[in-house]
């Protein structure tokens, strides 16, 4: 199991790499986890999940995500949006989030907004925050080449359940 603390250091050690920028913005499930431990199925409904240079950080999920987002994660700030599509883009309400975060001007991100997935159509980051986003994806790929010892051990574990399903495959035939 990957530690609150190991996140915690994983998204310091990202918001040190890109210094010069009010904070970051992911989009992608997979870099989501990375920073969090938080999974989800990706949709047409936005998740995104936000820090800015100081580190408080928000998760924006649909609203009827919201609860289990609290049971299943441990994110101090949980803000959402009524439905997609809705009377308002849910992109327009995570500029808002993010100007009250503080993540304006300058923002990191994994790409520039949510992917066009599953009927999803959306404005870029760029356009509704009137930011520059400088795309980071590149150097969050390298931070996750380098597994930590957490990690290795998880890897280990992992093998280890797959050598014994093999070897009880092997005995049923």
């Known amino acids: 199991m990957i530690s609150e603390a190991e996140f ?9 790499r890109i210094a010069g920028t009010s904070g970051f913005v992911l989009f992608g499930p997979a870099y989501i986890n990375y920073f969090t431990g938080f999974w989800f199925l990706s949709n047409e409904r936005p998740i995104v999940y936000a820090e800015n240079a ?6 924006f999920v649909p609203e009827f995500e919201v609860e289990r987002t609290r049971a299943e994660a441990g994110f101090e700030r949980i803000e959402s949006y009524p439905e997609y599509p809705g ?42 925050t009137g930011a520059t986003v400088v795309t980071v994806d590149g150097v969050i790929e390298r931070m996750m080449r380098c597994k930590s010892p957490a990690e290795i051990a998880l890897i280990r574990e992992s ?15």
Request: glycine share 12%; hydrophobic share 35%.
């Open 87 to 128: 009377r308002e883009h849910p992109m327009l309400l995570l500029a808002r989030v993010l100007s009250d975060l503080g993540v304006t001007g300058r923002i990191a991100a994994d790409q520039d907004g949510y992917p066009g997935i599953l009927g999803y159509a959306g404005p870029p980051l760029s356009e509704v």
């Open 8 to 16: 915690a250091d994983r998204r310091a050690q990202l918001r040190d």
């Open 54 to 59: 100081q580190g408080e950080g928000a998760i």
């Open 159 to 173: 093998g280890r359940w797959c050598s014994h399903a093999h070897r009880d495959r092997k005995s049923t035939r």
